[in-house]
C-alpha cells in the first residue's frame, strides 16, 4: 500500500514541445568537460585572489531562463561582457559565501554570514575582484578573453536593461578556506548564466539554422520537426461483458482492471510508442516515461 501512494505521488518532469529541449546528451558531452576545465581554472584564480585554499566543483548545468537565473534578489550577481560579439555572461555568488569572499578580502578568515539584502556599493566593489577572477576563468575554459565586469543591481534600471533569454545556468559548489584557519571553512555555490547560442558557439554545438545551401534532408527534417501529433495516455483495455455494457445507467461505477500504480500506454497518433506512471506536475496531471514500446 505504501508503495502504490509513494507512485501515484510521483511528480514528473514537464517537456514543452513547444520549446524543445537543446542541453541534450550531446550538447552535454561537450558542455560537461568545459565546466570541468572550468572549475580548475576557478580553482586557482580564486585561491589566488583570496590567498587561501580554494576548492572549486562542478555540479550541474540545467537549461533554464536568465529571468529565473536572477532569482533571488539578495545574491550578488556580477556581469561578464566577452570581448567579441556574444552576449552578457551573469555570475552569482550565494549571499553568505559573498560575505566570506569579502571578509577574506578585508584581511579576515573568511567566515561566511547570512544577510537578506543586495550587497552595499563597497561590498560590490570588493566583489568586483572575484568577478573579475570569475571572467578570466571562463575565459581560458573558452579560449577566448572575457573582459570588463560590472555589479549588476538587481533592484535598479540595470535589470530593466537586460532582453529575456533561454540559455544554461551552470552551478558549481565551492569550499574556502581549511580546518586549520579559523575553524570551518566557509561552502557555497557560485553559478553562472550562459546564453545558449553563445554557449553554443563558443564550445562547438551552436544550433544549425536551415538555410537555401542546406542539404534537402536538412530542410524536411527541419519541416518535420514542427508537425504536431495528437498524445494520448491511456491505461489498457478493460473487457467487458455485453449484459454489464447494456445494463449501465448514469451514475454507475465501472470497476476497471487497473491500479492507480499500474503503466498507462502513450500513444502518438493512436500508436504506442512509451509506457509510464501518471503523476502530477504543479496543478496538471503528467506521466512519468518509465520504457519503450520496443519489441
Not at 505521488?9 to 524543445?20: E, H, I, K, L, Q
Not at 576548492?55 to 540545467?62: E, K, S
Not at 573568511?110 to 571562463?138: Q, W
Not at 448514469?250 to 499500474?262: E, F, Q, R
Amino acid at each position: 500500500m505504501a508503495e502504490e501512494k509513494t507512485m501515484a505521488a510521483a511528480v514528473v518532469r514537464p517537456y514543452d514541445f513547444r520549446s524543445p529541449e537543446r542541453l541534450t546528451s550531446a550538447t552535454k558531452a561537450l558542455l560537461v568537460p568545459a565546466q570541468q576545465k572550468l572549475a580548475e581554472y576557478l580553482t586557482d584564480t580564486l585561491g589566488r585572489e583570496l590567498d587561501c585554499p580554494c576548492a572549486v566543483t562542478f555540479d550541474r548545468a540545467d537549461e533554464r531562463s536568465l529571468d529565473s537565473f536572477l532569482r533571488p534578489e539578495a545574491d550578488p550577481v556580477h556581469r561578464l561582457k566577452p570581448v567579441d560579439e556574444r552576449g552578457d555572461v551573469f555570475f552569482r555568488i550565494d549571499s553568505a559565501l559573498a560575505q566570506a569572499f569579502v571578509d577574506r578580502i578585508l584581511g579576515g578568515p573568511g567566515a561566511p554570514r547570512e544577510v537578506e539584502r543586495p550587497p552595499t556599493d563597497i561590498e560590490a566593489a570588493l566583489l568586483g575582484a572575484v568577478a573579475a577572477r570569475a571572467a578570466e576563468a571562463v575565459g581560458a575554459s573558452w579560449d577566448e578573453e572575457v573582459g570588463a565586469t560590472e555589479p549588476f543591481p538587481l533592484d535598479g534600471s540595470a535589470r530593466r536593461d537586460v532582453e529575456p533569454s533561454a540559455g544554461v545556468i551552470s552551478s558549481f559548489s565551492i569550499t574556502l578556506g581549511d580546518e586549520g584557519e579559523g575553524g570551518e571553512p566557509a561552502r557555497g555555490t557560485i553559478r553562472f548564466f550562459y546564453d545558449f547560442d553563445d554557449l553554443g558557439d563558443a564550445l562547438g554545438f551552436a544550433k544549425a539554422v536551415a538555410s537555401e545551401n542546406d542539404a534537402p534532408e536538412t530542410v524536411t527534417t527541419e519541416h518535420l520537426a514542427k508537425m504536431r501529433l495528437r498524445l494520448t495516455a491511456r491505461y489498457r483495455p478493460t473487457p467487458v461483458q455485453i449484459r454489464d455494457l447494456t445494463s449501465l445507467r448514469v451514475g454507475d461505477v465501472l470497476y476497471l482492471d487497473h491500479k492507480l500504480t499500474d503503466e498507462v500506454e502513450i500513444a502518438f497518433d493512436g500508436k504506442t510508442a512509451f509506457y509510464g506512471y501518471p503523476g502530477t506536475v504543479d496543478s496538471s496531471i503528467g506521466v512519468r516515461i518509465s520504457r519503450t514500446n520496443d519489441p
